[in-house]
Structures are given as C-alpha cells and as structure tokens.
C-alpha cells in the first residue's frame, strides 16, 4: 500500500488560516447587523401613529357622561364634488350646502347613540378658539380650533359639559389618504383629482378634551374607504359616514391609558 506523505500547515499557515475564518465571520455578523438595522429603522419610518393618549386620561366615558359636541356640518370638506354632484344629480351650487346639512344631523344621531348626555356648541365657540396645532407622531399633527387652558366651557342653559367632544376635520372625497392630509413628510404629494375613482373615501379628525381640567385627553385621525358601483346611492354614503362616526366612541373607549 503506499502512503501519501502529505506535510501538515505549519504554525504560521494555522494562524493565518483561522485570522481568515475569523474575519469572514466578523464580516458576515457585521453585514447581518446591518441589514437587520435596516429592517427596523425601515420598518419604524413606515409605521405612524394615528392617534395619542394623554396621561391624564385614565377613565373611560360613560354613556350618560355629559359631553358637548363642537364642530358639525361646519368642519365637513367636500372634494370631487362635482363627481358626487353628478352622481346624486344634485347641482353644483347646492351640494356643499345639502352636504353640511346632511353631515350635521348625521353626525349628532349616529353619536346619539353612544352618548345619552349630549349637546351641542354653537358655531361661535369654535370661531373662538384659538388655532393650533396637535402632535400625535413625529410626522403626524393635526390642525384645529381648541379651547383655551384655564377657561371651561358653559352651556347656554348654565350647566357645564365633563367634556368636550371637537371634530376638527370631516372630508368626504375619493381615493383619499390621510397620509396626504395629516402626515407633513407626505403633504406635498398631489391628490390625483382627474382618474376615475374607484373608492369613496371619508378622514375625519377629532379630540376629546377634559372640559374642567381643559386639558386634551385623546386625539385620533380615521379613515375608512366603500368600493363605488355603478348603482352607489346616497344611502351608501351615508353609511360610510356612520361608520366613520361610530369609530368615535370606539376609539375613544380603547384610547384610555392602562
């Protein structure tokens, strides 16, 4: 039998051969904390918060709890409306007009429903608030009227609400984005107002606020879409604005801070 004399690796080689293994080692680990801080940091900038709890709100409502609405058909915002004018054949000059009256009474029946102990704030009080600006993420802020800090807000009739329910914003539209609206790294994307819409689309924007304390308690920013067909009717734009609304109570319920 012969015997194959095969000289083993001296030291140096060795050496050399594990600083080798060992780098290609360090380099993979390195490349894979890399990509994996990539993943998150990507995964981080594409997520935003579209709502806010403050500290402060740690009870939940009651549905006889009293509550003053401020902000109805008067914060309502139609776009395409000529698209909605032509498909409820309702004229130009008098959608906006039916659109706010249909949208204020929606509003205060469907919250009905959840709240016994509702009122409503004229027009005025809101007029009167100051304008600012709300943050509830590093990019997302909502803008609105909101009362001042250290004054409460009384009714016509003396009594004083617990809270103060303030809907800043209601949009109805088509193919909407709340990012395009709310979202400042995002605002200056164009809404595409010329292809033919394929969702009806309602944001909306709202605050409830500590009327005795008058402090802000949660803010939320909602979106909901409904398909359009051919045979869409008023009645389904009614519905997307009811869901849109009953998002209020429910998003307030589970807002409060554990």
């Not at 609400?161 to 994307?189: A, C, M, V, W």
């Not at 402090?215 to 939320?220: C, D, I």
Request: hydrophobic letters at 35%.
């Amino acid at each position: 039998m012969q015997v194959l004399n095969k000289s083993l690796p001296s030291s140096f080689e060795k050496k050399k051969l594990f600083d080798g293994v060992v780098g290609d080692l360090k380099t993979k680990k390195s490349f894979f904390l890399l990509l994996c801080a990539c993943l998150f940091f990507s995964g981080c900038s594409g997520t935003s918060n579209w709502e806010s709890s403050w500290p402060t709100y740690k009870n939940v409502l009651e549905k006889n709890d009293s509550i003053a609405l401020i902000g109805r058909g008067d914060v309502f915002t139609l776009m395409r409306a000529k698209w909605y004018s032509n498909r409820l054949q309702i004229p130009m000059d008098s959608i906006y007009p039916f659109f706010e009256n249909f949208s204020d009474s929606l509003i205060v029946k469907t919250l009905s429903e959840s709240f016994s102990n509702i009122s409503i704030l004229e027009k005025k009080y809101q007029q009167r608030f100051p304008e600012e600006t709300q943050k509830l993420d590093e990019r997302i802020f909502i803008e609105g009227h909101f009362p001042e800090q250290g004054k409460t807000i009384t009714l016509e009739n003396k009594n004083i609400p617990r809270y103060l329910l303030l809907i800043h914003e209601i949009t109805l539209g088509t193919d909407l984005n709340k990012s395009s609206f709310f979202d400042y790294s995002q605002k200056q994307n164009e809404i595409d107002q010329k292809k033919a819409p394929v969702n009806m689309s309602v944001i909306m924007s709202f605050t409830l606020w500590d009327n005795l304390a008058q402090v802000p308690l949660y803010s939320a920013i909602s979106e909901q879409q409904r398909k359009i067909f051919p045979k869409t009717s008023l009645e389904d734009i009614a519905d997307l604005l009811k869901l849109t609304i009953k998002e209020i109570p429910q998003k307030i319920s589970s807002g409060v801070k554990k």
